[in-house]
């Protein structure tokens, strides 16, 4: 693990680096795309897009650059950032019986008014890269196979990454979305964690997680958690990816405050993010090995 010091008087917590992983990751899915392209099926990728929004413009370019270098063909579905419901479950529906695409994202936000939940179901939980249908979630919480949401089984993957034992040990997941929150915590449920879950509507949030040996922070907020949140040597998983008033990218945690106490930290930008777009190309890849 590399560390950094913040403090002459305190230990740095170590920085739970995701680049290193996610270049694991790609080589895997790069081996495995060409794989596929020899038997004669080129991994193909749908990204169905109904916004303008800078950041999910920004997400999408990365993650079709990603592919391309592994060797995925990415597919952009651009509609009218004011799309309505119809037309964009129409283009999911059609995806979905399209036997050359092996997996499909619908990318947030959606238009006003459109929700994400009541169009994921038109995604075929196959090629559900992204874990988005209430299928793929349904399978999950049961402990059957499914695709889980990609940022969830990031987590996961960074802390077996850098060797975080997760059998017995106290686990707090601060968030509660179908894409990070619930699913982070049913797939530390498989891993034989005690998982509790807060919120931001937590009552005396600190009282909760300070008492965790691993914290998961996805909330959307930058500076939620501080250091009087987090017990002596806890390992802290920061997914947050917010846009600071600089135009940065800040994460929930004050990581400076926090890695006077914490044992380990995931960085914002650096952590879950590219293990994330990582997981959705192996995921893709995986997809088209079973089902191509």
């Not at 997400?59 to 952009?76: E, F, M, N, T």
Request: aromatic share 0%; glycine share 12%.
């Amino acid at each position: 693990m590399t560390t950094t010091s913040t403090s002459t008087s305190a230990p740095a917590a170590a920085v739970l680096d995701g680049t290193g992983l996610a270049r694991e990751i790609r080589a895997r899915v790069a081996a495995g795309a060409a794989e596929s392209a020899g038997r004669g099926v080129p991994v193909r990728l749908a990204v169905v897009v109904a916004t303008d929004d800078e950041g999910a413009g920004w997400y999408v370019r990365s993650l079709s650059g990603a592919a391309g270098r592994a060797g995925i063909v990415c597919d952009v579905v651009a509609l009218a950032p004011d799309a309505d419901a119809g037309t964009i479950r129409r283009t999911l529906a059609g995806l979905s019986a399209d036997d050359t695409v092996h997996g499909i994202v619908l990318q947030t936000p959606l238009p006003d008014g459109v929700r994400v939940s009541e169009l994921a179901a038109e995604i075929v939980p196959e090629k559900d890269v992204d874990g988005a249908n209430p299928l793929s979630v349904g399978r999950l919480a049961a402990g059957l196979p499914a695709h889980p949401p990609a940022t969830a089984a990031a987590v996961l993957a960074l802390l077996d990454h850098h060797g975080i034992a997760l059998a017995g040990r106290s686990a707090v997941v601060v968030g509660r979305s179908l894409v990070v929150g619930k699913p982070t915590a049913q797939l530390l449920l498989q891993r034989d964690a005690t998982v509790s879950i807060c919120h931001r509507h937590t009552k005396d949030l600190a009282e909760h997680t300070r008492h965790a040996d691993v914290l998961v922070v996805a909330v959307g907020l930058i500076g939620l958690v501080r250091a009087e949140h987090v017990a002596e040597g806890a390992i802290v998983v920061d997914v947050g990816t917010n846009t600071a008033p600089d135009g940065s990218l800040a994460g929930d945690v004050d990581a400076a405050d926090v890695a006077t106490r914490a044992g380990g930290i995931t960085p914002v930008p650096g952590g879950v993010g590219p293990v994330t777009t990582a997981l959705i190309l192996d995921h893709t890849v995986r997809s088209a090995r079973a089902h191509g």
